[in-house]
T-cell receptor
Framework: KNEVEQSPQNLTAQEGEFITINCSYSVGISALHWLQQHPGGGIVSLFMLSSGKKKHGRLIATINIQEKHSSLHITASHPRDSAVYICAVATGNYGGSQGNLIFGKGTKLSVKP | EPEVTQTPSHQVTQMGQEVILRCVPISNHLYFYWYRQILGQKVEFLVSFYNNEISEKSEIFDDQFSVERPDGSNFTLKIRSTKLEDSAMYFC???????????FGDGTRLSIL
């Protein structure tokens, strides 16, 4: 059983649509990360959160610790948002190394003009 | 903005040979990580490093693997005797503190022939 599950696996949207990607996890965590992987392979950290909600530009990330669930929302989607979005959880103690990230398989997003 | 840099971008090596992947983390960061991603699969944690020693390592990180911070700037991953199944994209990451996001390099694609 995967400890981090993402849905959907693939998502195609029209430019301007509101997008939601979901992540559920089954382990205790100290933090949850949302990452973006470009077609060339590079990985960019979007959010790191342990509670509540964070917003950066058109991106919003929420987490519900009790339900072990997080969502990534993209408002007014654009073709340049096309990428793989990865959810990863840190299981280490918050005060210690958070390096042991467990990754989801990713959601491949394609935004059409 | 400071970046994590990895060299080379692509390494082709014969099976059984030793390979060293190099990373220059962001200069004031203290925590360093290696991950790998086999083509078409999810990203997997290999090892984390802090204060000149390994903090955590995964089952993948066996005796064939080692890490080193030989000077104040480089962080290297060595695979002693490469196998075909070591072919993957290897990512280096660094963070300033454990409660801060990790910054990823663009990866080194390792191809074992």
């Amino acid at each position: 059983k995967n400890e981090v599950e993402q849905s959907p696996q693939n998502l195609t949207a029209q430019e301007g649509e509101f997008i939601t990607i979901n992540c559920s996890y089954s382990v205790g965590i100290s933090a949850l990360h949302w990452l973006q992987q470009h077609p060339g392979g590079g990985i960019v950290s979007l959010f790191m959160l342990s509670s509540g909600k964070k917003k950066h530009g058109r991106l919003i990330a929420t987490i519900n610790i009790q339900e072990k669930h997080s969502s990534l929302h993209i408002t007014a989607s654009h073709p340049r948002d096309s990428a793989v979005y990865i959810c990863a959880v840190a299981t280490g103690n918050y005060g210690g190394s958070q390096g042991n990230l467990i990754f989801g398989k990713g959601t491949k997003l394609s935004v059409k003009p | 903005e400071p970046e994590v840099t990895q060299t080379p971008s692509h390494q082709v090596t014969q099976m059984g040979q030793e390979v060293i992947l190099r990373c220059v983390p962001i200069s004031n960061h203290l925590y360093f990580y290696w991950y790998r991603q086999i083509l078409g699969q999810k990203v997997e944690f290999l090892v984390s490093f802090y204060n000149n020693e390994i903090s955590e390592k995964s089952e993948i990180f066996d005796d064939q693997f080692s890490v080193e911070r030989p000077d104040g700037s480089n962080f290297t991953l060595k695979i002693r005797s490469t196998k075909l199944e070591d072919s993957a994209m290897y990512f280096c990451a660094s963070s300033g503190r454990t409660n801060q996001p990790q910054h990823f390099g663009d990866g080194t694609r390792l191809s074992i022939l």
